[in-house]
């Protein structure tokens, strides 16, 4: 099973020779196998990469993200097809009911807010029961807008009453730098299981590419948060994406067991994407420290 993240900060020439990733810099060079990589981040616009490394890449299903010269990730490869079925997947995909879809994206925002509000049990607890009775009052397709609600006390209860999303300061970079992190990963799977991360369940911005995707890693976000939480005074530096990128590695409790937040991940998605027409059969993430 693959679980290695590599990052690649410095300049570099990777390539691929027998199965290995090649890491040259300099007179140095590492080789590590492509059985043991799940994530690629490549935190350096000084790095150069074969083509048919991004082959084999696309082939193992490693997912590769690419960052800019500020060190924010704003691109990742994503394989046209990597499953056999895609064509029958993204035909159901299509013809998905809108009760189905509001039905799943109201469990789907009942399951974020309660992790919000397991958060702020430990660190707000008068907001924990007004955010348990904004996820029990969630109506099909969260038309009474109970997410944002729950945000405005969520944030507020977290970074201050004068924290903004979207401002640019520490927090906000560190959280949107964790989320791309997250969104990438979840793509992955989305994608592994055959589906088109455009066509989303709830987001529908005709540009965003990552609509289903957005849709699906909301119950994850907390983790982020939690993170940031505890490290809002530091600077996002290399060390500081480094231990986000870490949080990935840490086990969460997934149906009654412990697993990486990788393979709770991956879980999730199929779950949820199967369960889609037949919530019973819908697995929550419910935040806990693993």
């Not at 309660?114 to 009775?133: E, S, V």
């Not at 994608?191 to 289903?212: A, M, P, R, W």
Request: charge should be positive.
């Amino acid at each position: 099973m693959s679980f290695r993240t590599v990052v690649i900060t410095k300049q570099s020439k990777i390539s691929y020779k027998n199965r290995f990733l090649v890491v040259k810099q300099d007179t140095d060079e590492k080789y590590i196998h492509l059985s043991e990589i799940d994530t690629i981040i490549v935190d350096s616009i000084s790095v150069s990469i074969s083509a048919y490394l991004l082959k084999e890449i696309s082939n193992n299903k490693i997912n590769i993200i690419f960052c800019d010269e500020k060190h924010n990730p704003f691109g990742e490869l994503i394989p046209y097809y990597s499953r056999h079925n895609t064509s029958k997947k993204i035909k159901n995909q299509i013809n998905w009911k809108k009760l189905d879809k509001d039905k799943l994206w109201s469990t789907i925002i009942k399951n974020k807010i309660t992790n919000q509000a397991l958060l702020l049990q430990r660190i707000d607890p008068l907001k924990y029961n007004l955010l348990l009775d904004y996820a029990r009052d969630v109506k099909i397709g969260d038309k009474t807008n109970r997410e944002g609600h729950s945000a405005k006390v969520y944030f507020s209860s977290l970074f201050g009453k004068d924290f903004i999303r979207g401002e640019e300061n520490n927090i906000n970079n560190a959280l949107n730098y964790g989320y791309a992190i997250l969104l990438s990963t979840v793509n992955k799977e989305v994608v592994s299981n055959g589906y088109l991360t455009q066509l989303g369940i709830h987001h529908k911005n005709e540009f965003n590419q990552f609509n289903l995707t957005c849709d699906l890693m909301e119950p994850f976000r907390v983790i982020i948060d939690h993170f940031v939480y505890y490290n809002q005074d530091r600077e996002l530096d290399t060390k500081y994406k480094l231990d986000i990128i870490n949080l990935f590695n840490n086990t969460y409790n997934y149906l009654g067991k412990k697993y990486t937040l990788k393979d709770s991940i991956k879980m999730f998605i199929k779950n949820t994407l199967d369960s889609i027409e037949d919530l019973d059969h819908y697995q929550e993430f419910i935040y806990y420290e693993g």
